[in-house]
Nanobody, 126 residues
């Protein structure tokens, strides 16, 4: 059973940085994709970044490209999201998710991810 646990959410001022971590376990396949999504109050869930287990290829949404960086630590089985130059509009609950049926193809379609963490709150405010 795949289990995902996020950590690192906090409150920061605009322009600040945070690093989120997703601890992943229970994979029965070596081919999967880990994605980061976020959901702000009253808004739809938004896919912001993902990374493939096969070759480490990455994908970013336009809203975070150039500010956020996704990375993986194979030994620790964690995927991190480094978030720089945070803006108030980045305020949301952030989730990591796993797609174990897509052979490691990178994509940001929420309905393609079958496993989800519990979420961690990120608040950007002065």
């Amino acid at each position: 059973q795949v289990q995902l646990v996020e950590s690192g959410g906090d409150s920061v001022q605009p322009g600040g940085s945070l690093r989120l971590s997703c601890s992943a376990s229970g994979f029965a396949t070596n081919y999967y994709t880990i994605g980061w999504f976020r959901q702000a109050p009253g808004k739809e869930r938004e896919g912001i970044s993902c990374i493939s287990s096969t070759d480490g290829s990455t994908l970013y949404s336009n809203s975070v490209k150039g500010r956020f960086t996704i990375s993986r630590d194979k030994a620790k089985k964690t995927v991190s999201l480094q978030m720089n130059n945070l803006k108030p509009e980045d305020t949301a609950v952030y989730y990591c998710a796993a797609d174990v049926t897509g052979w490691g193809i990178i994509h940001l379609r929420a309905n393609g991810y079958g496993y989800w963490g519990q979420g961690t709150q990120v608040t950007v405010s002065s």
